[in-house]
């Protein structure tokens, strides 16, 4: 079975500053894809930045960049330099081995102020 | 934009009714997936069509089924509403023939279902 853990249910950063998102996952495949969305409170789930398992390079899109550490089974989201536009929920999620089923975790609400 | 566009948007039924939701997949995408996300909570899988197959099912009760169309795109029927499948439902659309940064999943801007 996979499993993913947020641990953090909430983040407040200022506008400006980066920010790091925990993700830690668990699972028996050996191949795999890691996921990070963005929930505004109008419901869209937003795809942020992908990581494949076997990925040497840590995935990188614009501010996003996904810090992947196998060994430790995680998968933060760093987002350098926050906008008030990225006040909103924030999910991991994990793709197993042929099947495009994704399993979420329990989401961080962030909080960027000015 | 994702491509994924859903129907209705918001909705209101009563418990014991019948709920239909639409959804058409991003172009090029065969595989649509459907999500029930309650309040506070992440997304919770219920079915997967790929080819209009089923060929993935979440831990939800029968009266939960789905249908996908020669293209691609697919609806959720829910049967005898309860009060407890007030959630937002989400479809998601991808495409399993490639990997690495190509083989995403977009998701849809849900639909609102309240039960009363």
């Known amino acids: 079975a996979q499993k993913i853990t947020q641990t953090q249910p909430g983040m407040f950063v200022q506008e400006k500053e980066a920010v790091t998102l925990d993700c830690t996952y668990d699972t028996s495949d050996q191949s795999y894809g890691l996921f990070w969305y963005k929930q505004p409170s109008s419901g869209e789930m937003i795809f942020l930045i992908y990581q494949g398992s076997y990925d040497e390079q840590n995935a990188t899109e614009g501010r996003y960049s996904l810090n992947f550490q196998k060994a430790r089974k995680s998968a933060n989201l760093v987002i350098s330099a926050s906008q008030l536009g990225d006040s909103a929920m924030y999910f991991c999620a994990m793709r197993g081995t042929g099947f495009q089923k994704l399993v979420f975790g329990t989401g961080t609400r962030l909080l960027v102020s000015p | 934009e994702t491509g994924v566009t859903q129907s209705p948007t918001h909705l209101i039924k009563t418990r014991g009714q019948q709920v239909t939701l639409r959804c058409s997949s991003q172009?090029?995408?065969?595989?649509v997936s459907w999500y029930q996300q309650a309040l506070g909570q992440g997304p919770q899988f219920i079915f997967q069509?790929?080819?209009?197959?089923?060929?993935g099912r979440g831990n939800f009760p029968p009266r939960f089924s789905g249908l996908q169309f020669p293209n691609y795109s697919s609806e959720l029927n829910v049967n005898a509403l309860e009060l407890d499948d007030s959630a937002l439902y989400l479809c998601a659309s991808s495409h399993p023939g490639t990997v690495g940064h190509g083989n995403t999943i977009y998701f849809g801007e849900g639909s609102w279902l309240t039960v009363v």
């Open positions: 172009s090029g995408h065969n595989t």
């Open positions: 069509y790929y080819r209009e197959e089923e060929n």
